[in-house]
């Protein structure tokens, strides 16, 4: 009999990742979408008729507790949060309802439902934010600088209380920056390869960025999603970092995407302090020994690799336009 799935946030660039790496594989995929007045299932239109979709909020604990008891499943991977740091400062009460309580939500309806569900939850990097060590490790203390970063804290926190008070299977993946070409435009990495691909294709002719020494830990979401899949195959929960292991500066992504293009970045890139972010995190890579070691994950792809890709996306899918 093959594995049922229930994942929240399907239509995320995670989620839907996350659904073609289980239907490969087999499973029956359940995925909860948020009702709302416009429909928001582009991502997955290309498998959409082959999962099942469940209507369902983070805010709403019957629906979430409907959702299990209609799906029955084995895992259950919380893929759904506000995750745009800047909008967590706009709105930090809607991020903690979201990022924060929903998985107390999610937690809850798991144990009165179906507690014997693998339950996965996807922590962030954010909850570092500044970090008293670098690379940072699964004992790292956290010390989060915005209001995402610490509803994924609180969030993170649970799962293991939940995982420790009722035993049950709940394990979280410290995830860092991944990316993919169903990234959005907000996200400065998916905002840099567009806007190489928007000044070669002279649609533009200048691309504004923030601060230009950031450093990131970034690595593709297709990674990332394979990782989270098999920290629900071990025998017992545990908690893991899921990143790249490097560290490189938007500078360094700037300078891919534009050789990508065969143009020169300075020629084209300015900094508007408009865009820097408040208590910029600058620090900020994982150490994947242990998932590496007991898992035997790692990335497949570097990131001049995975820029390269996203460029010849964004070129495509202009070129269409």
């Not at 998985?103 to 500044?130: C, M, N, T, W």
């Not at 938007?250 to 020629?267: C, I, P, S, T, Y």
């Not at 865009?275 to 590496?292: H, T």
Request: charged share 25%; glycine share 6%; hydrophobic share 40%.
């Amino acid at each position: 009999m093959s594995k049922r799935a229930l994942i929240t946030g399907l239509t995320g660039q995670d989620g839907s990742y996350l659904a073609e790496l289980l239907l490969e594989k087999g499973y029956e995929v359940f995925g909860l979408v948020r009702r709302s007045s416009s429909s928001n299932l582009s991502r997955i239109a290309h498998f959409a008729k082959r999962v099942k979709i469940l209507s369902g909020d983070l805010l709403d604990q019957p629906s979430l507790m409907d959702a299990i008891a209609i799906a029955q499943p084995d895992e259950i991977y919380n893929l759904a949060s506000q995750s745009y740091v800047p909008l967590s400062w706009t709105q930090p009460a809607l991020t903690a309802e979201y990022t924060a309580l929903g998985v107390s939500r999610l937690l809850d309806s798991i144990r009165r439902i179906h507690p014997k569900a693998r339950f996965y939850q996807a922590s962030s990097s954010e909850v570092f934010g500044q970090p008293n060590e670098s690379p940072q490790t699964e004992l790292t203390a956290f010390r989060p600088r915005n209001p995402y970063g610490t509803a994924k804290a609180y969030a993170h926190w649970l799962t293991i209380n939940y995982r420790e008070h009722y035993d049950l299977y709940a394990c979280c993946g410290i995830t860092y920056t991944h990316e993919s070409p169903r990234r959005g435009s907000e996200f400065v990495f998916r905002k840099i390869t567009q806007g190489a691909a928007r000044i070669k294709l002279g649609l533009a002719s200048e691309l504004k960025l923030g601060n230009l020494d950031a450093q990131r830990d970034w690595c593709y979401a297709r990674d990332a999603v394979e990782a989270m899949w098999l920290m629900m195959q071990q025998e017992t929960p545990d908690d893991f970092i899921i990143g790249s292991g490097t560290t490189h500066s938007v500078k360094e992504l700037v300078d891919f995407a534009f050789q990508a293009v065969g143009l020169d970045w300075q020629d084209y890139v300015s900094v508007d302090p408009a865009f820097y972010r408040p208590d910029e995190a600058v620090q900020l890579v994982g150490c994947i020994d242990k998932i590496r070691d007991r898992l035997g994950w790692e990335p497949k792809y570097d990131l001049a690799a995975l820029v390269t890709l996203m460029v010849e996306h964004d070129l495509r899918l202009l070129h269409n336009t």
